[in-house]
T-cell receptor
Framework: GDSVTQMEGPVTLSEEAFLTINCTYT??????LFWYVQYPGEGLQLLLK?????DKGSNKGFEATYRKETTSFHLEKGSVQVSDSAVYFC???????????FGRGTQLTVWP | GAVVSQHPSWVICKSGTSVKIECRSL??????MFWYRQFPKQSLMLMAT?????????EQGVEKDKFLINHASLTLSTLTVTSAHPEDSSFYIC?????????????FGDGTRLSIL
C-alpha cells in the first residue's frame, strides 16, 4: 500500500544553515506529494506540493523535487531562520481519493 | 486561499461528558472532510473520512460509537466524543478537500486540544 518514510528528528541547526529533510515514498500509480508544516499548538499548513515526476514545489525559500526514479521528495532550504522552527510532515496522496498518507514528522529547531 | 475553521480550539471537561468539535470550510464547499488525532510528538492518525450526506468511513480500530461524525452540509462536519475519558485526551485536527483530484491539497483546521479530567 501507499506509505511515506520520513527522516527522524529532531534536527537542530544554527540560523543560516542549510536544511535537508529526507522523504521517500511507496505508492501505486502517480501520487501527488506534499510538505506540510505545523507550528506549536496549531494545525497543519501546506508548505509546497508537486503533482508529477520532476516537478519542483517551492515556497518561502523551501524546495522539494518529485523524483520518481528514487521515489523521493526531500525538503531543502538554503538558509534557515529561527522562525522556521516547527514540525515538518511529508505526505502522499495517491490512489484512494483524498486520503493523505503522512510521514512521522520531523521536528526542526533553529537557534540564533 | 482556502480556510478551514475548527472550534473550539481548547476544551477541558470532566470524565463522562460528551464534547462536540466543529469543522467548517469558510470559503469553499467541502464534499469530503477528514478527522485526525495526534498524540504528542507523533504524526497524524486518520480517524475517519466524512462525506456530505452519507455515513462516515472509519479507520480500523476507531470506535464508531465513541467518535460520532456528522457531515450534514457542504461546509460543516462535526466530531462528537461521547462519554469522554482521560484516554481520549488528545489533539484533534480536521481537514477539508477542495476537490477530488489527487493534486488537490487538504486544508487543515488549527486543531482542538481536548483534555479530560
Amino acid at each position: 500500500g501507499d506509505s511515506v518514510t520520513q527522516m527522524e528528528g529532531p534536527v537542530t541547526l544554527s540560523e543560516e544553515a542549510f536544511l535537508t529533510i529526507n522523504c521517500t515514498y511507496t505508492a501505486t500509480g502517480y501520487p501527488s506529494l506534499f510538505w506540510y508544516v505545523q507550528y506549536p499548538g496549531e494545525g497543519l499548513q501546506l508548505l509546497l506540493k508537486a503533482t508529477k515526476a520532476d516537478d519542483k514545489g517551492s515556497n518561502k525559500g523551501f524546495e522539494a523535487t518529485y523524483r520518481k526514479e528514487t521515489t523521493s521528495f526531500h525538503l531543502e532550504k538554503g538558509s534557515v531562520q529561527v522562525s522556521d522552527s516547527a514540525v515538518y510532515f511529508c505526505a502522499l496522496k495517491g490512489s484512494t481519493l483524498g486520503r493523505l498518507y503522512f510521514g512521522r514528522g520531523t521536528q526542526l529547531t533553529v537557534w540564533p | 486561499g482556502a480556510v478551514v475553521s475548527q472550534h473550539p480550539s481548547w476544551v477541558i471537561c470532566k470524565s463522562g461528558t460528551s464534547v462536540k468539535i466543529e469543522c467548517r470550510s469558510l470559503d469553499f464547499q467541502a464534499t469530503t472532510m477528514f478527522w485526525y488525532r495526534q498524540f504528542p510528538k507523533q504524526s497524524l492518525m486518520l480517524m475517519a473520512t466524512s462525506n456530505e450526506g452519507s455515513k462516515a468511513t472509519y479507520e480500523q480500530g476507531v470506535e464508531k460509537d465513541k467518535f460520532l461524525i456528522n457531515h450534514a452540509s457542504l461546509t460543516l462536519s462535526t466530531l462528537t466524543v461521547t462519554s469522554a475519558h482521560p484516554e481520549d485526551s488528545s489533539f484533534y485536527i480536521c481537514s477539508a478537500l477542495t476537490g477530488l483530484m489527487t493534486d488537490q491539497p487538504q486544508h487543515f483546521g488549527d486543531g482542538t486540544r481536548l483534555s479530560i479530567l
